[in-house]
């Protein structure tokens, strides 16, 4: 919901939680107004009854049209000379029962006490509310229209400088190396916004360039004197050495392929989180899984491992061809790598889901923790613990959800496409993958 449309309902709800509370008040108000103006004008007409008796003329038995009574007091005058009493009673004259007040006043004149009393029916709280809904709610009426019209007044002037801000933020891009440029506004919390923004767009701008050249420089750096390395130990096996100085040179050689590997991999992973991998184009996931598979097919024969596969078709997933490679490459690697001899892999691709599994000995470590760089289930191997890293990175970038179990001998890692994590794949259907099916 737009934030204009969450302020208009916010106002209209203050309007109706208050309305009632209003009503109520002003009806009191009314009512209590309405009846002390009525007592008062019946007070005035006993006291000009009694200033007639006093005066000796003729007092008359209608004041403004309602009836007044005169009656001789006998005995002592009480202390409240105005006494107001409110009652309901049938109204003969319209046929309704009706609010009655009778104003009795006590008089002494000319050493005779008289009582003077006078009555009338007034306005009953319930028409007076009849009255005031019909009013409120045209009221109402008028008030969510006004706001309506407000708010979209407001949209169309005042938001607007917050609109085209939130559109060139969408519409910014690092890889593009040009500034964030937002109109110019004169309502000070949007130029501190715009400016917050300039400075911060601009800084990560700087520090875009700064990684990526630092992340060129140190991989060209490290790749060069990695390849002198290299040469110099190929010169170096072909002078005469024995076996010991073979076995120190194997040794070498592994360890510089090892770094070399650490260099293009920690290379890779900062290009993935510059996100330097984008694409709009739809890739049949299929067809990469089965060209992974040929491109395992020595190793895994060499290992001597069962191949079982269920592959659907069109798996159509919106993901760049290299990471596509590289994402299904590192998961069949890992599941060579950490396998037994004669062992089993069985891959599951579905539209909703890649389930890779393969027997092994248990990790050593949690399995959440596979997936932190520079983490192996077996540090003794010679992987160098940035495979799972460099599987989840690509998972994020594309929305997606990947985990991993160990359950009864078996290695599990699931990748949901839908971005519907908490399934394991004993959870999953694997119907038909024991029957070997062709890649």
């Known amino acids: 919901m737009k934030l204009l449309n969450k302020i208009t309902l916010w106002f209209i709800g203050v309007v109706f ?15 209590k107004a309405m009846d002390q103006a009525e007592i008062n004008r019946m007070i005035r007409a006993n006291d000009r009854a009694a200033s007639q008796i006093q005066t000796g003329d003729t007092t008359n038995h209608f004041t403004q049209g309602r009836p007044i009574q005169i009656t001789p007091f006998e005995g002592p005058l009480p202390e409240d000379k105005v006494c107001i009493e409110e009652t309901f009673k049938y109204n003969e004259e319209n046929g309704n029962k009706e609010c009655l007040i009778r104003v009795t006043s006590y008089y002494e004149i000319a050493g005779y006490n008289y009582q003077v009393s006078s009555f009338d029916y007034v306005t009953k709280s319930g028409e007076i509310l009849a009255g005031m809904l019909h009013s409120i709610f045209w009221k109402m009426l008028l008030i969510i229209i006004s706001l309506l019209l407000c708010a ?42 715009n400016l917050f923004l300039k400075k911060m767009t601009d800084k990560a701008i700087e520090d875009y360039a700064s990684v990526k050249e630092f992340s060129e420089n140190a991989s060209h750096e490290l790749q060069t004197p990695l390849a002198i390395l290299r040469s110099k130990m190929e010169l170096l096996t072909e ?6 100085q073979a076995r120190l ?45 040929g491109m395992y097919e020595e190793r895994t024969s060499l290992k001597k491992l069962k191949i079982t596969t269920r592959l659907d078709e069109k798996i159509l997933l919106k993901i760049h061809p290299v990471l596509a490679e590289i994402l299904l490459s590192n998961l069949f690697s890992n599941a060579i790598r950490h ?22 000995t248990p990790p050593k470590i949690p399995t959440e923790e596979l997936f932190m760089r520079f ?42 496409f839908n971005n519907k994590a ?10 038909n993958i024991k029957d070997p099916v062709p890649a």
């Open 17 to 31: 939680l208050v309305t009632p509370i209003s009503m109520y008040i002003g009806l009191r108000n009314i009512k």
């Open 152 to 193: 979209r007044i407001l949209s169309r002037y005042i938001f607007t400088p917050l609109r085209h801000t939130m559109k060139a933020i969408k519409n910014f891009n690092l890889k593009g190396k040009t500034t964030l440029e937002l109109r110019e506004t004169n309502t000070t919390e949007f130029k501190e916004l």
């Open 239 to 244: 002078t005469r050495i024995d076996e010991s």
């Open 249 to 293: 040179i194997e040794e070498m050689y592994k360890a510089i392929d090892k770094l070399s590997r650490i260099n293009r991999s920690l290379l890779f992973l900062t290009k993935l989180e510059n996100h330097e991998f984008e694409t709009s184009q739809l890739l049949d996931f299929r067809n990469s899984a089965r060209e992974v598979l």
């Open 339 to 360: 396998n037994y001899e004669e062992g089993n892999i069985e891959m599951l691709l579905t539209p909703d889901h890649l389930v890779m599994r393969n027997t092994g």
């Open 375 to 416: 983490k192996k289930g077996d540090q003794c191997n010679s992987g160098i613990g940035l495979g799972l890293s460099i599987v989840k990175q690509i998972c994020q970038l594309h929305s997606f959800t990947v985990t991993y179990s160990y359950n009864e001998g078996w290695h599990a890692l699931v990748i949901h």
């Open 422 to 431: 908490g399934s394991k794949a004993s959870d999953i259907e694997m119907r």
